[in-house]
């Protein structure tokens, strides 16, 4: 209220005066509304934005915990397969010992010897294989470029293949490709198998291993200019379709074989 008291010429006071009632009318942001709508405001964008920070935080943990399991599922694998083929030969070589001993005491030499020999074979491919399942250990992911070159160093250490076997790589890959270790492991014994295969039943010369890359999906071909022989062990598993067929399902894939013209593996599965 704004209040206003005179006095007269001989100096006498109004006491009452007058008042006068004024609204002073605040601006906008100082309103009793503004303020009520700006801390609910606040208010609001707090809880959203403790509420995005536990929902990131959530899924990394998710992410990380899906990495994880990934990465325990294949070592997993791995193991598996170091248990199904080295724990299998190592059984092997000890039976092998324990005959070696009988031979020994019946004086057959000459068995044991050939024996032995056998048995030196077999702990040669024990030891590949282990440091080939301890290479796959040792990947949580390998590129396509990367695992061809595991490959040459492989067949360049196999002396019985790189004399009897040409083996070229083509690669029709544009974009980068990532295999993780369960799939470099299991691809890796597929061609391993092709190319053991191709030795004792095609007698071809040269292998050829090409890979391609179609939307989400690898295809890999092992083909060789052999004869395949139509032998009763081949057809009924002795060629190891079984185990790369096996394979290919670990894979998620497929894994078939075209014998014209030589003898071609085709793997397919999605990365």
Not at 51 to 59: D, G, T, W, Y
Not at 85 to 94: E, K, R, S
Not at 200 to 216: C, M, P, Q, T, V
Request: some cysteine; charged content about 25%.
């Amino acid at each position: 209220h704004f209040r206003v008291k005179a006095a007269n010429s001989y100096g006498v006071w109004n006491e009452e005066g007058i008042q006068l009632a004024v609204n002073i009318t605040p601006p906008w942001w100082q309103t009793w509304w503004f303020r009520s709508l700006s801390g609910l405001t606040g208010l609001v964008l707090l809880v959203v934005g403790i509420r995005h920070i536990s929902q990131r935080r959530l899924r990394e943990q998710i992410r990380k915990m899906e990495v994880e399991n990934r990465l325990r599922n294949e070592r997993e694998r791995i193991s598996r397969d170091l248990h199904d083929h080295v724990g299998a030969q190592l059984a092997n070589i000890i039976s092998g010992l324990t005959l070696i001993e009988k031979y020994n005491e019946k004086k057959n030499t000459a068995r044991s010897a050939e024996l032995m020999n056998s048995l030196r074979g077999d702990a040669n491919v024990t030891i590949k294989q282990l440091r080939e399942t301890i290479w796959a250990l040792n990947q949580n992911s390998l590129d396509l470029e990367g695992f061809v070159d595991h490959l040459k160093k492989y067949f360049k250490s196999q002396s019985a293949l790189c004399d009897e076997l040409q083996v070229h790589y083509h690669q029709e890959v544009e974009d980068k490709v990532t295999l993780s270790s369960t799939q470099a492991l299991n691809v890796f014994r597929i061609i391993q198998e092709a190319a053991q295969n191709t030795l004792k039943y095609a007698g071809a010369e040269n292998l050829d291993i090409h890979f391609s890359r179609n939307n989400g999906s690898l295809k890999v071909c092992i083909k060789d200019d052999g004869t395949f022989k139509e032998n009763g062990q081949a057809l009924n598993g002795g060629y190891g379709l079984g185990n790369m067929r096996k394979r290919a399902e670990e894979l998620g894939g497929t894994l078939d074989m075209d014998k014209k013209n030589g003898t071609e593996i085709k793997l397919s599965f999605n990365l």
